[in-house]
């Protein structure tokens, strides 16, 4: 049974610490920090962007919640190295969507794994569906970063109660 005191930022921040929290990340945030110490980084950021209400016909309206899930790498770590060990875009892409490559599924220590493994993040939401942006990369005052967001939206439902 969901928490439903649990926001859905702070399930799926629940979920990825789970699985993703051995693998080197040093902070998981609930929004997207205006600064983040360069000692945190790696780290994710989960971003609620947008909720949508969608009228059901069936007394439940549909929400659709757009979340950022972002990955922070300092850029920095790949100064100095050659073109064969600068691999932080391999590292950003495995992370985000990789497959492993002896079963040929979705890593379990992608963030695609994590969600299509927990796909109802514990029976908290109905569906998602995710895409993966390596293109944005904010200006982050003292860092020089760089940055992979996957864009999920996650749908669940609420019971809507009559008027009186």
Known sequence: MP???????????EVLQENLGSYGFKQFYNGDPEEIPQSY?????????????LPS???????????????????????????KEAVLQKTLENLMEGIDDTTGEYAQT???????KNFTLGNFVVNNQISVDYSNNPDRPGL????????????DFLTVHPKA
């Open 3 to 13: 928490n439903f005191k649990q926001t859905i930022t702070e399930r799926l921040i």
């Open 41 to 53: 980084l790696p780290c994710l950021c989960v971003v609620k962007r947008r909720t949508e209400w």
């Open 57 to 83: 016909p069936t007394g439940t309206d549909k929400r659709q919640h757009l979340i950022f899930i972002r990955a922070v790498y300092n850029k920095k770590d790949e100064f100095g190295k050659s073109a």
């Open 110 to 116: 992608s963030v695609i794994g994590v969600l299509r």
């Open 144 to 155: 020089f970063t760089f940055e992979a967001q996957a864009e999920a939206l996650f749908d």
